[in-house]
């Protein structure tokens, strides 16, 4: 069972930063491309940032250029740091983990989600 667990979310004026991370119990976690997603209010779920097996990096363009994501494969985790924050990111934010088989089966696993809110 792949548990995710996001931390770190919050409440931030625009302009300011904030850091969210997720823990993973993933012992095989090199093998997973790992990715942040969003959902505001009334809106789908999108894709914020990713990082693959290999650390390329992959962001919307909404925030590229403010969000940064890493990873570390010792720990398990992969984070976000986010900068120059806009009302319009707030939203939950959720941690994935994809797996793609040999035959290429896809897994992905989701985590609770953490709140972060932007204020004018």
């Known amino acids: 069972q792949v548990q995710l667990v996001e931390s770190g979310g919050g409440l931030v004026q625009a302009g300011g930063s904030l850091n969210v991370s997720c823990t993973t119990s993933?012992?095989?976690?090199?093998?997973?491309?790992m990715g942040w997603y969003r959902q505001a209010p009334g809106k789908q779920r999108e894709l914020v940032a990713v990082?693959?097996?290999?650390?390329?990096?992959n962001y919307a363009a909404s925030v590229r250029g403010r969000f940064t994501i890493s990873r570390d494969n010792a720990k398990s985790t992969v984070a976000l740091q986010m900068s120059s924050l806009k009302p319009e990111d707030t939203a939950v934010y959720y941690c994935?983990?994809?797996?793609?088989?040999?035959?290429?089966?896809?897994?992905?696993?989701w985590g609770q989600g953490t709140q972060v809110t932007v204020s004018s």
């Open positions: 990082i693959t097996t290999s650390d390329t990096t």
């Open positions: 994935n983990a994809h797996y793609k088989t040999d035959k290429n089966d896809r897994y992905d696993y």
């Open positions: 993933v012992i095989t976690f090199y093998l997973y491309d």
